[in-house]
Structures are given as structure tokens and as C-alpha cells.
Nanobody
Framework: RAQLVESGGGSVQAGDSLRLSCSISGLTVSAMSLAWFRQYPGKGREGVAAIKPGGRTTYYADSVRGRFTISQDSAKSTAYLRMKGLKPEDTAMYYC?????????????????????WGQGTQVTVSS
């Protein structure tokens, strides 16, 4: 049974850094497209970063490009989202998502509909 479990969220000050982790079981990480989404209260999920199977190609939302870095470690079956220069507007619940088909069509890699598997989320709170 496929399972994604996020960790690493927390409460930080503006300008701080955090690294989120997504532990993946029941799926082959190297063959999947992976992404991180965030959700504000009362809003839908927003794609922030995606990584192509193999881990060499990434894609980012304009709002986080240059501050966030997505990566994956197939040996550890884990995806990461390194966030630096955090801003109060980055405050949200963060989710990782997986597409076992490995599909990669820009900009759709940041759309919820592509992903079949989701974690439960981890909260990030940034205070000014």
C-alpha cells in the first residue's frame, strides 16, 4: 500500500530556513514525478515545486523560485523541499504528492490533477 508521510514543518521567523521531508513507501521513487503543494486556510492547493523522474529536472512556481529547492533521494525513498528566506506568506499546510506514471508536461506538473498519492501534510508557520 502506497504511503507518503511529510515531516519537518514548524514555526519559524521570517528569513529562516526549513527542510521538509516526504518519506515514501510502496512506490518506486526513481520512476515517479514528485511535487510539493501548499494550502492556505479556505483555499485550494497550490503547486510550488515538482521534480521529474530521475531527479535532474525541476520546476517551480514563480512565488518560490530561487528560494525553494526540491530534491529526491531514491535510495532513501524520500523527497525534500528546502525552503530558505521564508516569508509570512509562505505560512500554509505543505503536502507532498506522487505520480507513479512519471508524467512530465509543463506547467501541468504543478496541478493537483496529475497526482494520485498524497501525504497528510505538515504545517509551516512563518512570523514576521
Amino acid at each position: 500500500r502506497a504511503q507518503l508521510v511529510e515531516s519537518g514543518g514548524g514555526s519559524v521567523q521570517a528569513g529562516d530556513s526549513l527542510r521538509l521531508s516526504c518519506s515514501i513507501s510502496g512506490l518506486t521513487v526513481s520512476a515517479m514525478s514528485l511535487a510539493w503543494f501548499r494550502q492556505y486556510p479556505g483555499k485550494g492547493r497550490e503547486g510550488v515545486a515538482a521534480i521529474k523522474p530521475g531527479g535532474r529536472t525541476t520546476y517551480y512556481a514563480d512565488s518560490v523560485r530561487g528560494r525553494f529547492t526540491i530534491s529526491q533521494d531514491s535510495a532513501k525513498s524520500t523527497a525534500y523541499l528546502r525552503m530558505k528566506g521564508l516569508k509570512p506568506e509562505d505560512t500554509a499546510m505543505y503536502y507532498c504528492a506522487a505520480d507513479p506514471s512519471g508524467s512530465w508536461h509543463l506547467p501541468y506538473v504543478l496541478e493537483e490533477a496529475q497526482y494520485n498519492y498524497w501525504g497528510q501534510g505538515t504545517q509551516v508557520t512563518v512570523s514576521s
